[in-house]
């Protein structure tokens, strides 16, 4: 049991690049949500899907676009890259309405 | 839309000393809310939840919260810290089918 799996773990990209981070859960979660990590900052949501087919903008979502191929994966896409997108990105699922959200390992972009 | 605020963003104590974080929340509705706990270089793990009930929650490795209403706030305590306790704590509110942080409380306990 995985839990939550966020590939990749570590990534440098240049400035305009485009690349895609994938989460996927088997945890059966219904809700998934992408964040990201900045210091000082705390966590801020990006983008949210309430269910499979479903996506919402979050806190932040400027310069990224989301993709909820189906109930399991739930992806997170740079279209091209800044370096104000340097972070680390957090993958989140959460089952039912008394259930806390259970988070992946993170990937850690740097944009240079 | 929900919002939380944490105070005291870093806190340095020793071994055996007793923690307090703040935690106030804003949110018109019903609130769920949580600390959660990132040790260093790891991710988010959940301590501790409240939903209804009992306002006193307790959570995984000594820690427990106070819910008080009235003030809008869910306090996370723990009576004797160890060296383990050092990492990052978040504070979250839940609302309209979204988790909203606090900035975070940086603890470091020295041994």
């Known amino acids: 049991n995985a839990g939550v799996t966020q590939t990749p773990k570590f990534q440098v990209l240049k400035t305009g690049q485009s690349m895609t981070l994938q989460c996927a859960q088997d945890m059966n979660h219904n809700s998934m949500y992408w964040y990201r990590q900045d210091p000082g900052m705390g966590l801020r949501l990006i983008y949210y899907s309430a269910s499979e087919g479903t996506t919402d903008k979050g806190e932040v979502p400027n310069g990224y676009n989301v993709s909820r191929l189906n109930k399991r994966e739930f992806s997170l896409r740079l279209e091209s890259a800044a370096p104000s997108q340097t972070s680390v990105y957090f993958c989140?699922?959460?089952?039912?309405?008394?259930?806390?959200?259970?988070f992946g390992s993170g990937t850690r972009l740097t944009v240079v | 839309a929900q919002s939380v605020s944490q105070h005291n963003h870093h806190v340095i104590l020793s071994e055996a000393a007793s923690l307090e974080l703040g935690c106030n929340y804003s949110y018109g509705g019903t609130v769920n809310l949580f600390w959660y706990v990132q040790y260093p270089g790891q991710h988010l793990q959940l301590l501790l939840k409240?939903?209804?009930?009992?306002?006193l929650v307790k959570g995984i490795k000594g820690f427990e919260a106070e819910f008080i209403k009235s003030k809008f706030s869910f306090n996370l305590r723990k009576p004797s810290v160890q060296w383990s306790d050092t990492a990052e704590y978040f504070c979250a509110v839940k609302g309209n089918n979204r988790l909203a942080f606090g900035k975070g409380n940086q603890v470091v306990v020295i041994p």
């Open positions: 409240y939903f209804s009930g009992d306002p």
């Open positions: 989140a699922g959460k089952t039912g309405e008394n259930y806390g959200y259970t």
